[in-house]
């Protein structure tokens, strides 16, 4: 699970929240949680498979993100709204490097604010994710 709350103040550029690379910086071959850059659509890429949720970042205003996955299903979640899925295989972890706010260093910057990142090393119950939720609001 990882969670973060995120302040946008622009579109554009795919700004990476939470990623893992590879020993190449390849973040797909890893995991990463980033939103989309025209539409500010959260998504979760895994492996090289992509999901992408229903739920927009809206700009200038924290929001509380979090993705959270056990076994095949996956979820994410938008200030407390979650939505499930069951098509990406569960992430792998390793050693190499863990960005916040971008891709690779000065790759897909976010623009914006990032604050309380946590990552778990179990998938969180939605009603775990919904009292990080609320304690932040």
Known sequence: TITAWVYLTA???YPGIVVKTTAFGEAFARYALYLDASTRVLKWARGGGVQLSGL???LNQWSFVAVSQNGSVLKMYLNGTEETYTSLSA???TTHETYIGSWTGSNGMFPGKIDE??????GLSASEIQALYMSGK
Do not use: H
């Open 117 to 122: 990142v946590r990552l778990y090393n179990r």
């Open 91 to 93: 992430p792998s972890y």
């Open 56 to 58: 927009t970042v809206p």
């Open 11 to 13: 579109a554009g550029g």
